[in-house]
């Protein structure tokens, strides 16, 4: 059974910090996402990660993805208050060696950023 | 822009009771799911549909639920015999294709068994 984890679980940081939390997952897949959860709220698309190396970045937040280490990273730069939030990672079992369509969550970051 | 929609918002149950959460997926996605996020915990996968069929479903997904698209818009997620611990919020999920498209979300509708 596929496991996603995720490090750290919680992390809290200063504006204008840099931080990158860490997404592993211990089957191959070469599709994986990220989403933002604020409380009490849906899971708001990220990132898209469809292959090994691929980097994608969105104003303070870069992602990346490694199959061969089955690892992905969502990079923080110079943190702002607004990006506190969740951050769940997703690996997605549909892929080029298997066709099953589920997609497996990781237990989520917890990110305060402290002004 | 196109949404996925779920009632109720928040729906409370006597243990024991059946239960029917709907979505309405965006119009044109061909993939559905729904997940449930137990408070303060992580996303868990329920269950996957296509093509008027179960894809996957997990270990949770036993017995008592079961999913249909009854008509050409609606998606639900049926929980026959309600227990405490179904209490979640539950996420319906779909997605035009299989390619490089992720899933929408909908904003969930909390399940309250008391």
């Known amino acids: 059974e596929l496991k996603v984890e995720q490090n750290p679980l919680f992390l809290s940081m200063q504006e204008g910090k840099n931080y990158t939390i860490y997404c592993n997952y211990s089957t191959t897949s070469d599709r994986l996402y990220w989403y933002r959860q604020d409380p009490g709220k849906s899971l708001e698309s990220l990132f898209v990660l469809l292959s090994n190396g691929a980097v994608k970045q969105e104003g303070r937040l870069m992602a990346s993805l490694d199959t061969k280490a089955r690892l992905s990273t969502l990079h923080i730069t110079a943190a702002v208050h607004d990006l506190s939030a969740t951050y769940f990672c997703a690996v997605d079992m549909w892929g080029r060696e298997t066709s099953y369509d589920k997609v497996i969550f990781g237990p989520g970051t917890s990110l305060s950023v402290i002004p | 822009e196109p949404e996925v929609t779920q009632t109720p918002s928040h729906q409370v149950t006597q243990m024991g009771q059946e239960v029917i959460l709907r979505c309405v997926p965006i119009?044109?996605?061909?993939?559905f799911y729904w997940y449930r996020q137990i408070l303060g915990q992580k996303v868990e996968f329920l269950v996957s549909f296509y093509n008027n069929e179960i894809s996957e479903k997990s270990e949770i997904f036993d017995d008592q639920f079961s999913v249909e698209r009854p008509d050409g818009s609606n998606f639900t997620l049926k929980i026959r015999s309600t227990k405490l611990e179904d209490s979640a919020m539950y996420f319906c999920?779909?997605?035009?294709?299989?390619?490089?498209?992720?899933?929408?979300f909908g904003d969930g509708t909390r399940l309250s068994i008391l």
């Open positions: 119009s044109n996605h061909l993939y």
């Open positions: 999920a779909s997605t035009e294709g299989r390619s490089n498209q992720p899933q929408h």
